[in-house]
């Protein structure tokens, strides 16, 4: 005779609990749709939403004391941190010839992936700006990773405060800066406004070839003597030109007048490796350079920086007529 089974209710889910299972994806739905269009999450729209309508009552910063206490003696207000990233995967990219003779190339499906990465994180950022109605984002922290066990994975960070300007209009988008809280009041005082985070970036490859390589390692001929490596130096001038390029690229459509602030980072890596025959090695280079500023404008025609006034601070150690020391300061006029 058959039994039936029948289901302990304590593992039956309650009418609760599917709805708010259902609801969970929904709004992973909802996310990752967001996500694949470049947005934000929904949980992130939902907490600058939340925190707008409550007016800010109690703000979030990555600012230092100095900073904040000078942008609050400015009147900026600082809003909250906000941040933007991406989890990128990389592509196949063939880099090694197994050549005779010297070849070099970029390495494009790799600067496309790093330049798209950060765009992402940098745009996700900029939407948190404008969802708590901010003016821009100064102080942003722009970092890059990689993951030991993820080698076709990297990670675009960007964090920043999110601020207010007093008495001034909101533009059609937030801008972003990398620039500290001491370099921001120094451009606004010089007369120039930032309008955006600049990136370029270039992979480049170069495979010295059997022959080049067994020359240089060679105890007879040019291995013997001291002599540059032209196809090496040659490609750090060529990625420096490339990644240079397309930040200026980005700064022209920005409109902006330059790009000050900016940070050069150059990865090398030196590959020796051979093959089945022992006579052909190859001696290879992987070069990535990676430039970051900030874009900026000009906001009026004569621009005037405040001159430093050099003062002059000495500590008479005579004892006073009750003993104490005193400070003697000379003010240049």
Request: aromatic share 10%; charged share 20%; glycine share 8%.
């Amino acid at each position: 005779m058959l039994r039936r089974l029948y289901m302990p209710l304590w593992k039956r889910p309650s009418p609760e609990e599917k709805q708010r299972r259902l609801e969970e994806q929904r709004e992973a739905e909802e996310s990752r749709q967001a996500l694949e269009a470049g947005g934000l999450p929904l949980k992130a729209r939902v907490r600058l939403n939340e925190e707008m309508s409550a007016g800010h009552p109690l703000f979030t910063s990555d600012l230092s004391t100095n900073e904040f206490l000078l942008t609050r003696q400015l009147g900026y207000q600082p809003l909250s941190q906000v941040m933007g990233s991406s989890i990128y995967h990389v592509g196949w990219q063939y880099a090694r010839r197994y050549t005779w003779n010297t070849s070099a190339n970029e390495l494009i499906t790799l600067s496309q992936a790093h330049q798209h990465a950060a765009q992402l994180a940098l745009g996700r950022l900029q939407q948190e700006a404008a969802l708590l109605r901010a003016h821009g984002v100064i102080g942003v922290r722009f970092t890059q990773r990689r993951y030991e066990w993820g080698s076709h994975l990297l990670e675009y960070t960007a964090i920043g405060t999110a601020i207010r300007l007093p008495q001034s209009p909101l533009g059609a988008q937030p801008f972003i800066s990398d620039l500290s809280g001491q370099e921001f009041w120094t451009l606004l005082q010089a007369g120039y406004y930032p309008t955006g985070v600049v990136t370029g970036y270039c992979s480049y490859y170069v495979s010295l070839g059997s022959r080049m390589t067994q020359q240089l390692k060679g105890w007879w001929g040019v291995g013997g003597v001291n002599q540059e490596i032209v196809p090496f130096a040659q490609a750090v001038y060529t990625a420096r030109h490339l990644a240079m390029t397309r930040a200026d690229a980005m700064g022209k459509n920005l409109q902006a007048v330059g790009i000050v602030g900016m940070h050069i980072e150059n990865e090398r890596n030196v590959i020796e490796y051979e093959t089945d025959n022992p006579s052909a090695k190859y001696l290879d280079l992987f070069m990535h350079f990676a430039v970051t500023g900030t874009a900026i404008v000009a906001r009026k025609k004569e621009h005037h920086i405040p001159s430093l006034k050099p003062t002059l601070t000495l500590t008479d150690l005579r004892p006073g007529y009750y003993g104490q020391n005193r400070e003697l300061t000379f003010n240049e006029e």
